[in-house]
Structure formats: structure tokens, C-alpha cells
């Protein structure tokens, strides 16, 4: 079968859950049998999401062979639960630096380069590429920013143009107002949406309107007659309790079997096991037995997207858990003074400390983790929260004062956290971390790290330059703590952990793993032992 092509276009404004409605088209098709896979189109110059900042872009994703791409992946993995790769990212910069290149090499000899046809020719080749190479039955293709934009002007032409030769649905993603006074629901915008969306040549199969509440039949009426569609073609995308109901409440609507016919695939498949097992994953999220308390302590806590899959990771196994978790957002440079209060802490269940880089907020998080050591909060540090740990451990139980990181001190005194021998000659930024899928042995049975994952050999993905200093590894064992994963060839050190209670770090990020229903085991153990303090602290209170 030729791969089928379905092509998301948002209207209006950023910010309407394109990236989740991609992902809810991807689950469906899974749940129908079919492989589906994302593409996603970023019209900004960048080669990739490595070198900007997360409180801009919100977090930067990384697959296992070793992209950095935008966060909508990690919302697509979570929800297909399979590992993607950095092909499906095609940004402007990867186009115009091909183009551009290609040019000097002489491949253009004697013709003017234009948008129209030589960018939009290599897109319709890009996809097509891919499309030999991975063979899905459906590629669901994500374009973002919204229909207008300069920058995705010249992609939305290429989609317009792949249509003309491949069987292509359009799918409309609109924004419908409720204005407070009249209580109704406004489609003025949403048409406006829609003229540009006609005046570039495409005519959506399907709008779907993201509303606060239900979407009425009259509303529907009205988009239906304006777009010159069927009324069961405004399709209903309202605000859900988790937004992993969404492929279920596509599916409650009908939406489901519209698409697939419009793409000739069988509407009978829908694989019954699959889609229940969802739905007792999502009856788990919404509606738990119990709850728990979790402090996540980062630097760029006011932008939450920058810590998208440690939330979502949370959210993960706090459902396979039964329990609710309630996240307190903890800004780290707020524990930096003398005599901070510290009661949000204390009613936390367990605490995580998240990845960044830069000195800001590195002094908070070293107290913070103080904190847990010492009042036996169940602790989990995520790279940055990892070398860290080792840190608060040299300084506060070891002794060793002045110990730091060299990336915050160069000079420090005890260099616990110093600068991998393999970025040392480095000086380009991007893509040159230590990056991507890495294999790690777990070094003890009865370790955190053991009993999470069941297995000794392991593999997660990381993205930092800064690595724990072997030097120090005796003098900090000798003081209890314990180092219970290393990298494959022994050279590196990937877990450590306080010797009592529940304290984990890992050099890795675990969070990029964790998929709905089948969480990151390391934070599947840190909500079980949340849910245990949360108990003990009840019995006590
Ligand atoms: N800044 C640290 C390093 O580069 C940690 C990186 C991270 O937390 N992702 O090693």
C-alpha cells in the first residue's frame, strides 16, 4: 500500500494542542492496526532545537539516535509508545542549509534557485524518501505555526503540491471563543481561519474546533455551511480532563471511522485489547484511588513546558500507581537566601530535581537536596539533579568543602562534577553533547536502580557535557554513597545513591522514555515511595 498522507493545520493562534491532535491521529490509527507515523515541519531557521532556550521554546526533545528535535515529539512518542527518529523533524534550516549547499556544488547549474519549484520540490522528495525508506501506511504531518505565517508559507505550498499526486487528508485545527457575556460560542474567527486556509488552495476534509465546552449543533451548522462540508465534519475537540482521552473521545464521536474511509482503510480493525487497555489507563488518571504530593524543583519552572516529560513522566506513574500526584512548581533560586521557607518542601511526598545548565539556581538545589537527605524525602535528581547530589554529598557528609561542579566553578576545590575528556577540544554548540540512547549497567541487585528496572543492562537517553569525577569515587563510597550504574565500558558513572532511604540521581534523563501506560521504572519507584511517605505522614499526622 502507498503511504497516505494526513496534514494538520493549525489557525489563528500557537498553542491549540496541534501536537496532541497529531498524536491522537497517530494513537488511533495504532489502535486500528495501521502504522502511522509523525512528521513534524518547524519553519524557523535553526537546524534543530539543540541551541535554544528552553524558557523560549519550552524543552528541547532528544531521540535515541541522538536529535534534538521539538517537544511535540515527546508528546507523540508518549502516545504511540514507540521510539522515533530525527528524519521525521524537518525544520527550515535543515531545507535552506540542503538547498544552499546544493547550489554551491553546482547542482543548479544555470537555473535561478526559487521557493517554487526547487524548495517545494525537495520537501515532496524529503517526505517521499522517507516514506520508501520507513514504509508507514499513514504519515500524520504536523505543520507548525498557523496558516498566515511567512515562515510555513512555502511548506504548506509543498503539502498543496504532494496532494496532486498522493492521497492526502486536511485536517482544519480552529479555535471557537466562548465570549462570557452571551454565553455563545463565536465562529467569526474560525472562518477567517479558514479563508486563508481556501485562498492557499486547500479545502480541509475536516475542522476540528478546540472549545472550552461541548461543541453545539448549531455552531457546527454554521462552520459546516461556510466550509462546505458536511455538519459531521466540524469535528468536537473539547477541553478533556487528561489530554490522553482525546484519541477516545475522537473515537466516541465518530471522527475515527470518517478518517479512515477518507484514506480508504478498513473501519472494522480496531483492535478491542488495546483500546480498553487505554482506557483503564486514562480511568486511572483521571479518577485514582489516592494521592500524592511531589515538589519539582527546576530553573525554568515559570515556562512549564521546558519540563514537559518530567511532568508527563509523572503523570505516567502516578497512574500506574492509582494515585493523583500534585506538583508544586519549586523555582530553585528561591532557597538561595538564608532562612527561606521551606514548608513547601515539607509537605512534599517525594522531590525531584530536574536537568539544566548554568550557575542560576544551582546553590537552591544543592540545599534543597539537603533537605531530602536529611528529613528522608524520597529523592530523585535527573542529570543536573544527579551531579548535584554528589555535590551535596561531598560537601555535607564528606566533608569536602568548596566541592562543586567545574561547569559553576572552574576553579572549585573538589572538582566532583568536571567537563567529559570528549567535550574538552569542543567549541561548536550544537548537536555536540553527549547525547541520545546510551547503554548502562546497573551494578547492584538490591540497588533503587536494580529493583526500577528488573534488569542489569539498560539503556536511556542523555544530553549534557559534565560527568562525574572517578577521583573522588573512593573518598565518597568510603562515606556511604553508593555508585550503582556505570556506562559499558566502566568509564563513567550513570547512578549513584544515598546508602538509606529512597535517593537516586542519574546522569541520564529517564523522563524521555516514559510513555503512557508504560512508565520510566525510576519514576514508578519514586511514586511508590511517595505513596508510602504519603501514608506514613497520614498515620503520624
Ligand atoms: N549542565 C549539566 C551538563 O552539561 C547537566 C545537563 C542536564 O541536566 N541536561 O552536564
Not at 276 to 286: A, L
Not at 441 to 450: N, Q
Request: proline share 2%.
Amino acid at each position: 500500500m502507498a503511504t497516505k498522507y494526513v496534514v494538520i493545520l493549525g489557525s489563528l493562534m500557537s498553542g491549540l494542542g496541534k501536537g496532541v491532535l497529531t498524536a491522537s491521529i497517530l494513537r488511533i490509527l495504532d489502535l486500528y492496526g495501521y502504522s502511522a507515523l509523525p512528521i513534524k515541519f518547524d519553519g524557523y531557521l535553526n537546524f534543530d532545537c539543540g541551541t535554544m532556550n528552553p524558557y523560549q521554546h519550552g524543552e528541547v526533545f532528544v531521540l535515541d539516535d541522538s536529535s534534538e528535535v521539538d517537544m511535540d515529539f515527546g508528546i507523540y512518542e508518549r502516545f504511540l509508545g514507540r521510539s522515533l527518529t530525527g528524519d521525521l523533524s524537518i525544520t527550515g534550516g535543515k531545507l535552506f542549509g540542503s538547498i544552499i549547499s546544493k547550489e554551491r556544488q553546482g547542482k543548479y547549474l544555470g537555473e535561478t534557485v526559487q521557493i517554487i519549484p526547487h524548495l517545494t520540490d525537495q520537501i515532496i522528495r524529503n517526505i517521499e524518501n522517507i516514506a520508501k525508506a520507513k514504509k508507514p501506511d499513514v504519515f500524520v504531518v504536523e505543520v507548525g505555526g498557523t496558516v498566515g505565517d511567512i515562515e510555513n508559507s512555502y511548506f504548506i505550498e509543498a503539502m498543496r503540491q504532494l496532494s496532486l499526486s498522493h492521497e492526502v487528508v486536511f485536517i482544519n485545527l480552529t479555535y471557537l471563543p466562548t465570549l462570557d457575556v452571551v454565553g455563545e460560542q463565536k465562529t467569526k474567527p474560525a472562518q477567517i481561519g479558514l479563508r486563508l486556509l481556501l485562498q492557499d488552495g486547500i479545502r480541509p476534509n475536516f475542522i476540528i474546533c478546540r472549545t472550552a465546552s461541548k461543541l453545539l449543533d448549531s455552531t457546527k451548522e454554521k462552520l459546516a455551511l461556510f466550509a462546505n462540508l458536511d455538519k459531521e465534519r466540524i469535528i468536537d475537540d473539547q477541553d478533556q480532563a487528561t489530554l490522553y482521552n482525546l484519541p477516545l473521545h475522537f473515537i466516541a464521536t465518530g471522527f475515527d471511522r470518517l478518517l479512515l474511509s477518507d484514506l480508504g482503510l478498513n473501519v472494522k480493525r480496531l483492535d478491542r485489547r488495546k483500546s480498553s487497555e487505554w482506557k483503564e489507563n486514562v480511568r486511572k488518571t483521571v479518577s485514582p484511588k489516592g494521592e500524592v504530593n511531589i515538589a519539582l524543583v527546576g530553573k525554568y519552572t515559570h515556562l512549564r513546558d521546558s519540563y514537559a516529560s518530567v511532568k508527563e513522566a509523572i503523570v505516567h506513574a502516578a497512574s500506574i500507581n492509582d494515585v493523583r500526584a500534585n506538583i508544586s512548581w519549586i523555582e530553585s533560586s528561591d532557597f538561595e537566601k538564608k532562612g527561606c521557607d521551606y514548608s513547601a518542601l515539607s509537605r512534599s511526598d517525594a522531590i525531584i530535581v530536574t536537568g539544566g545548565f548554568g550557575n542560576r539556581g544551582t546553590e537552591g538545589m544543592i540545599n534543597i537536596i539537603r533537605h531530602a537527605r536529611e528529613n528522608h524525602v524520597p529523592y530523585l535528581g535527573l542529570c543536573l539533579g544527579m551531579q548535584l547530589m554528589a555535590v551535596e554529598y561531598a560537601r555535607n557528609v564528606a566533608g569536602l568543602q568548596g566541592a562543586n561542579s567545574t561547569e559553576f566553578d572552574k576553579e572549585a576545590r573538589h572538582r566532583i562534577i568536571v567537563l567529559l575528556d570528549s567535550q574538552k577540544r569542543i567549541t561548536q554548540k550544537g548537536g555536540t553533547m553527549r547525547l541520545g540512547a546510551q547503554e548502562c549497567v546497573l551494578l547492584e541487585r538490591s540497588s533503587i536502580a536494580y529493583k526500577s528496572y528488573g534488569t542489569g543492562m539498560i539503556s536511556e537517553r542523555h544530553r549534557h557535557r559534565y560527568e562525574f569525577n572517578n577521583r573522588y569515587a573512593t573518598t565518597l563510597k568510603k562515606c556511604g554513597l553508593k555508585i550503582t550504574g556505570v556506562t559499558k565500558d566502566r568509564k563513567l558513572v550513570e547512578f549513584i545513591e544515598w546508602s538509606t532511604g529512597f535517593g537516586i540521581g542519574t546522569q541520564s534523563h529517564p523522563e524521555l522514555k516514559s510513555r503512557f501506560g508504560r512508565p520510566a521504572p525510576l519514576f514508578a519507584s519514586l511514586i511508590a515511595a511517595a505513596k508510602e511517605n504519603h501514608v506514613r505522614k497520614d498515620l503520624n499526622r
